[in-house]
């Protein structure tokens, strides 16, 4: 068998080897490179699910923009919400290195065949969620997304440095607004609390089931496409974000939740695991709404997508032309 090779099936064995070793040495596999069919499909799922959240993630906050109670927290939050839309484009054509194609990807949302981050069919009750998700969701997003600047694929590592810089501004923007609301009236502490109480254990479950229950998680381990486990990611959130809740003056939910001398980290509770699968599965507060508003976006954006396709005709005719001239 090992001396039968064709030319469609170069020298599988040595390929399969090279792969490996490239891993083992922590290098980069590029989308020139030979990859196992696992390797590129987990990544295409893994990547198209990250561009779908950054895109639905918009929605929550982007309600808020008309809303803002100011000229200044309205500047900033269209340029955050304008971020995201961003991270979304650099992670389809992250994902369209691997063979994957942009309008297939979309198709695929749209139709409910791949997900987005649970958080985001939760809604946003008051402007402090605003400030909320800036200081639990991006800063999620982060614990999630630093180690993703070191994974093995190439073009994925390296959309990801640009988008923890971002990440970072918008989790510290959460904060700003946070503090400022905290140095405000009874009412808007209240409100905070009130964020802070809705939105915490969703958050903590952004990071996924716990490993045990967890059954990919270790082949994307072992490609180093992910350099944690759920859990280990979920503990450094808790312990990031306790000092900062102290320092902000509010109590996160959670009776369990205690330093562990021993460990040198905090206990926490356990999320509503049920929860999650409810909302993972289509059935959380709004994901019908979240999809409705995709869908429309996504008709309404029809001509835009038409005109854009006749104008690279255009010019690609031109550049014809001119050559032929
Ligand atoms: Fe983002
Ligand atoms: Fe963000």
């Given at each position: 068998?090992?001396?039968?090779?064709?030319?469609?099936?170069?020298?599988?064995?040595?390929?399969?080897?090279?792969?490996?070793?490239?891993?083992?040495?922590?290098?980069?596999?590029?989308?020139?490179?030979?990859?196992?069919?696992?390797?590129?499909?987990?990544?295409?799922?893994?990547?198209?699910?990250?561009?779908?959240?950054?895109?639905?993630g918009?929605?929550?906050?982007?309600?808020?923009?008309?809303?803002?109670?100011?000229?200044?927290?309205?500047?900033?939050?269209?340029?955050?919400?304008?971020?995201?839309?961003g991270?979304?484009?650099?992670?389809?054509?992250?994902?369209?290195?691997?063979?994957?194609?942009?309008?297939?990807?979309?198709a695929?949302?749209?139709?409910?065949?791949?997900?987005?981050?649970?958080?985001?069919?939760?809604?946003?009750?008051?402007?402090?969620?605003?400030?909320?998700?800036?200081?639990?969701?991006?800063?999620a997003?982060?614990?999630n997304?630093?180690?993703?600047?070191?994974?093995?694929?190439?073009?994925?590592?390296?959309?990801?440095?640009?988008?923890?810089?971002?990440?970072?501004?918008?989790?510290?923007?959460?904060?700003?607004?946070?503090?400022?609301?905290?140095?405000?009236?009874?009412?808007?502490?209240?409100?905070?609390?009130?964020?802070?109480?809705?939105?915490?254990?969703?958050?903590?479950?952004?990071?996924?089931?716990?490993?045990?229950?967890?059954?990919?998680?270790?082949?994307?381990?072992?490609?180093?496409?992910?350099?944690?486990?759920?859990?280990?990611?979920?503990?450094?959130?808790?312990?990031?974000?306790v000092?900062?809740?102290?320092?902000?003056?509010?109590?996160?939910?959670?009776?369990?939740?205690?330093?562990?001398?021993?460990?040198?980290?905090?206990?926490?509770?356990?999320?509503?695991?049920?929860?999650?699968?409810r909302?993972?599965?289509?059935?959380?507060?709004?994901?019908?709404?979240?999809?409705?508003?995709?869908?429309?976006?996504?008709?309404?954006?029809?001509?835009?997508?038409?005109?854009?396709?006749?104008?690279?005709?255009?010019?690609?005719?031109?550049?014809?032309?001119?050559?032929?001239?």
């Open positions: 068998m090992a001396t039968t090779h064709s030319a469609e099936a170069p020298d599988r064995d040595g390929l399969q080897e090279h792969f490996d070793a490239t891993i083992t040495r922590d290098q980069r596999i590029e989308p020139r490179d030979w990859m196992p069919d696992g390797y590129r499909k987990t990544l295409i799922r893994q990547i198209a699910q990250h561009a779908h959240s950054e895109i639905i918009m929605q929550p906050e982007g309600e808020w923009i008309t809303k803002a109670p100011s000229l200044r927290r309205k500047a900033i939050l269209f340029a955050k919400v304008q971020d995201e839309a991270h979304g484009l650099y992670l389809y054509s992250a994902a369209e290195t691997l063979g994957a194609d942009r309008a297939d990807l979309t695929r949302l749209i139709e409910g065949r791949q997900k987005y981050s649970s958080i985001f069919n939760y809604p946003t009750l008051s402007f402090a969620d605003v400030g909320v998700i800036g200081w639990f969701v991006d800063g997003a982060i614990c997304q630093v180690p993703l600047c070191r994974s093995s694929y190439g073009p994925y590592a390296r959309a990801m440095v640009r988008i923890c810089k971002e990440e970072s501004f918008h989790q510290r923007q959460g904060y700003e607004l946070l503090l400022t609301m905290m140095r405000g009236t009874d009412a808007q502490r209240a409100m905070v609390q009130d964020a802070v109480d809705r939105w915490w254990w969703p958050s903590l479950m952004m990071f996924g089931p716990p490993d045990d229950a967890s059954p990919n998680s270790a082949q994307s381990m072992a490609w180093k496409i992910k350099r944690h486990s759920n859990d280990e990611l979920r503990q450094r959130f808790v312990d990031m974000t000092p900062q809740a102290d320092k902000l003056g509010v109590r996160l939910p959670d009776p369990e939740l205690r330093w562990n001398e021993e460990r040198g980290r905090h206990d926490f509770g356990t999320p509503d695991w049920d929860e999650l699968k909302v993972i599965t289509g059935n959380g507060p709004c994901n019908d709404r979240r999809m409705e508003r995709r869908r429309t976006a996504h008709e309404e954006g029809a001509w835009v997508r038409e005109a854009a396709t006749a104008h690279a005709a255009k010019q690609a005719a031109r550049a014809k032309d001119g050559a032929a001239a």
